[in-house]
């Protein structure tokens, strides 16, 4: 086995800066770049032009999560996974998260060279996964979920209890609380209002203590602002527009498809709000 370094020897801009996630899915499904990275070769590529353009973090995903999507078995998970992973983790200057509820594809993938294991689930689908992380000595980034959506309820009461049990499966694991990031869930389990109630209210999730990562790249939540029909691609400006109000918000990572204008865009609100990251 080998260990892993902690979040601050992963990521040491972690805080200084907007850091940006580029996304790699190695999926055929996926609602925005489904089949387009599908092949080792691709994938890798696309890898490498995602870090060149300024990602801190590469996450390779293997299942779509996307609303209506068919879920894959652990072993169809692991076998578009992990070629991409063995491929690009010894070349690339940055780490690898893995992008999985399932603890025995966290397992395998951190072996071949992933060091953050990031699920949308939060831990609680398969809680054996915090401990393969500790085990590991990888950080974990934990993203509320719901299996239903409710209109009546709070939505940000219920993103804190979420976290409260997700905090209590990790820490139990043994993850230090320097080792794991909150994502509010954006796209997930929630109306489009409680979408962007999520957003508008960040700071409630910054207040407990962990680096939040967000991501709104290219979701349906953003093409039901525009005044046409709009394909995922098409909402680049959306994007840029609510990761810039995440990142004033509290946001510390942002998680996207389209790099290099991301790169710019987070510049600029660093600028602005972290002068001192310049």
Partial sequence: MTASSGLSDLLPALGGRTLVMGILNVTPDSFSDGGLFAGAAEAVSQAERLVAEGAAILDVGGESTRPGHVPVSAEEEQARVLPVIRAVAPRLPVPISID?????????ALKAGARIVNDVWGLQREPDIASVAAAYGAPVII???RETIDADIDIV???LGFFERSLGIA???GLADSDIVLDPGVGFGKTWAQHLEALRRLPEIRALGYPV????SRK??????HDRETRPADRLHGSLAAHAVAAALGADIVRVHDVAAHIDAMRVVDAILRPEAR
């Fill in 220 to 225: 349906s939540l953003l093409g039901r602002l």
């Fill in 100 to 108: 999985t509820y399932k603890a025995s594809t966290a397992r395998v």
């Fill in 143 to 145: 993203m509320h979920n």
């Fill in 171 to 173: 820490h139990r694991a």
């Fill in 157 to 159: 009461a219920d993103m």
């Fill in 213 to 216: 990562l967000v991501g709104v």
